[in-house]
């Protein structure tokens, strides 16, 4: 199936759903869930330097038969090689490991303090010479959005931050889309932790859907691009038949009031 991509604020676009790969380290379960994304349709595929995956990324989509520019691949510079000099260098690491000369988008993982202009000015550098289409932050909040304004030439295409019905972050999301940035949702169905809510069970039976095919349908209704993560086919399916069905009014509303601040992973509130 063909997935909807949402337009970038640079010109390109992103295709709204892509794999997570985090913690997918096993060469064979790395290939299984690659090959399985592949003939269900997903194009676009989400790695890190933090993941030591991208090498598996690599050899995937190069065996894949597939061309360089029918996938989307996202990398993240990891908080350890923040520093001017330090992200250009890894990146070249990066680009070897996934075995190409450009990625379509290059994320600074988290707002390390003190290093953090420096890594953006780095990127906007790599995006220069054309070894990266879209640039963007991962884990910002609205306070370390507004500081980039006094440094950055180029704004964010993405801020990829943890995003789900338990943490919805309004105020984040309002702000990006008022100033063109597009919010990736990572970790969008919680990890799994609350998979007991009534709410959305009820309305997964009403739409004759999975508990976890409404999670990722409020999500997408909200002009949000999300990553869910899985290893195992069936779900890798799962999550993308989300397409076929829309929530009402009604839905939004029940599955808005859900919103428990609920954080699965690191938390970027208190950095300064």
């Known amino acids: 199936m063909k997935i909807p991509a949402l337009k970038l604020s640079d010109g390109h676009s992103i295709p709204q759903v892509g794999l997570g790969t985090w913690k997918l380290k096993e060469p064979a379960e790395f290939s299984t869930a690659f090959k399985t994304a592949i003939q269900t349709g997903y194009r676009h595929f989400d790695s890190a330097q933090a993941y030591h995956n991208e090498h598996l990324l690599g050899q995937a989509w190069r065996k894949s038969g597939l061309k360089r520019e029918e996938l989307f691949i996202t990398t993240k510079i990891a908080v350890i090689h923040f520093g001017h000099k330090q992200v250009k260098q890894t990146f070249q690491a990066s680009l070897k490991a996934l075995q190409t000369d450009y990625v ?123 990553l869910p993560k899985s290893a195992t086919p069936s779900r890798i399916k799962e999550n993308l038949d989300i397409f076929d069905f829309q929530l009402d009014k009604q839905d939004i509303k029940t599955l808005t009031a859900q919103n428990q601040d609920l954080r699965t992973c690191w938390s970027p509130v208190h950095v300064p």
């Open 104 to 226: 379509d988008l290059i994320l600074l993982h988290f707002p390390v303090p003190m290093l953090r202009k420096k890594a953006w000015q780095a990127l906007e550098e790599i995006q220069t010479v054309g070894q990266a289409k879209s640039i963007g932050v991962s884990n910002y909040t609205i306070r370390h959005l507004k500081e980039m304004q006094d440094y950055a030439k180029v704004t964010p295409a993405i801020n990829q931050v943890e995003l789900h019905v338990f943490l919805q972050q309004p105020e984040l999301v309002k702000y990006c889309q008022k100033h063109g940035i597009v919010v990736e949702a990572y970790a969008p169905l919680a990890h799994g932790k609350p998979m007991n809510n009534q709410a959305i069970t009820d309305t997964a039976r009403k739409h004759g859907k999975t508990y976890a095919q409404v999670m990722l349908r409020w999500l997408v209704e909200q002009d949000l691009v999300i």
